[in-house]
């Protein structure tokens, strides 16, 4: 019989759920080149908090493997996934196509002894395309509203690409300072009156300032009453957020880190909360209607917790990769530039899985992660990959080793490398 490889679990947790929990990643690569063959079963931990680096070259099948992990806990047996959830922020509108099995690798998965599946995902989009999901005929779930009294004066300032020590900058943050002292759910609109009332700024500040939230109104997220939590975190379900729009806008990537940010502010604070019910119901024995523990998942997180620089996502994330375990979410970052992401994500990372990559900084971004017993160059290993795709490395904290692996196909349908679902139209500029 083959032994089955387990990562991201320490021995006590081994000794105690054995491969209960885990998720199936791909097999163990053995051999070079020709010789190169699939052993071991490779599975790994996902009901304890972890925070995690997926990297690899553009095509390597970094969102391919990331969507394997999303499966693997939406298909848990259901004591174990109803105590999990994902979330997806999706970069690229990719991750819907889930909701179908991957019939067109029917055959490859059947050598795996796998077969096609559906997962019943849910799409969020921004309320203000759901006219354009509907002429494509791509049908979406929910949509995600946030409420823009949520914002904090620096979200703005950081959206907009201000710095808090211009003028635009400080206008914002008396403006909105002002606004949450003196009017409860303050709107876009409650904000423009005020900047055009004001008599601080100059009036070319105050032009600018209100180009810039009128345009804000054309995002399409915002709305008197924000997502549910409880919508958006569900048990054994995997929950894709489409952050793919504003193409048209040259601050997109900012657009998305102020989604990205905020709702990853209110999933701390509502898993937060759900812990503290979760630890009464331990001392009590009462049974409290609590929230699923979290796996956020985010494609092209350099963008979002960038290396140099601030963005709208930037302390949000960063809070959650130090204080994430406590309320037990696990980050699962996703970058073809880990060189470009932050050290504090590559620094608290205990599982590493590294398709192949090219750019020298690159490899040593992951290097200077390594741990002692990672003394054997990372490249020597990523040049025994045999060059096909879903092929990685697998760096493993809890066991300090590292493998070489083979990514299992997936069950559902992939769309990378599609087209998006919705043209971006402009009429939403
Ligand atoms: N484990 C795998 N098995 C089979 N095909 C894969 C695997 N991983 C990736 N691929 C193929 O490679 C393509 C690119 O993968 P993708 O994850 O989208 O790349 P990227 O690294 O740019 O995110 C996928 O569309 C798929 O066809
Ligand atoms: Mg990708």
Partial sequence: MVENIVVGRDKDDLKKYGEKGTAFLGKHIVGKGEDAHLTNPILMDVTRPHVMLISGKRGAGKSYTAGIIAEE??????????????????????????????????????EWGLKPKALSVQLFIPKGYADEYEQAGVTYDSTFNLVCSDLAPEDWVLTFGFSFVDEHG????????????????????????AIEADKR???RVKDA???????????????????KMHDLIKPGTVSVVDVSHYMQFSTAWSIRSMLVGLLSRNIYHSRSLARKSEEL??????????????????????????????????????????????????????????????????????????HRLTAEADLTALR??????????????????????????????????????QARPRKTWHAGGSPTAIKEISVLG
């Fill in 73 to 110: 806990i939406a298909l848990l047996p259901e004591e174990i996934r109803s105590n999990l959830s994902v979330i997806m922020f999706d970069t690229m509108g990719i991750y819907w196509s889930m909701k179908n099995p991957n019939e067109r690798d029917k055959e490859i998965l059947k």
């Fill in 170 to 193: 400080t206008t914002i943050e008396r403006i909105i300072k002002n606004l949450k002292k003196t009017k409860k759910g303050y709107s876009i609109a409650d904000i423009i009156k």
């Fill in 201 to 203: 700024a100059e009036q």
């Fill in 209 to 227: 300032l209100v180009n810039r939230f009128s345009a804000a109104e054309g995002w399409g997220v915002f709305g008197s009453t924000g997502t």
């Fill in 281 to 354: 119901e331990v001392m009590t024995g009462e049974s409290r209607q609590t929230m699923p523990m979290v796996w956020i998942m985010i494609d092209e997180a350099h963008q979002f917790l960038p290396s140099t620089g601030t963005t709208a996502a930037t302390e949000p994330l960063l809070r959650l990769v130090k204080q994430g375990r406590e309320p037990g979410i696990s980050l699962l970052f996703i970058t073809q530039r880990p060189n470009k992401l932050h050290e504090d994500a590559l620094a608290q990372s205990d599982m590493i899985i590294a």
């Fill in 368 to 405: 200077g992660i390594m741990q002692t017993y990672m003394l054997d160059d990372i490249q020597e290993y990523i040049n025994t990959l045999p060059r096909k795709k879903g092929t990685a490395i697998v760096l493993d904290d809890s066991s300090e080793r590292i493998y070489t692996m």
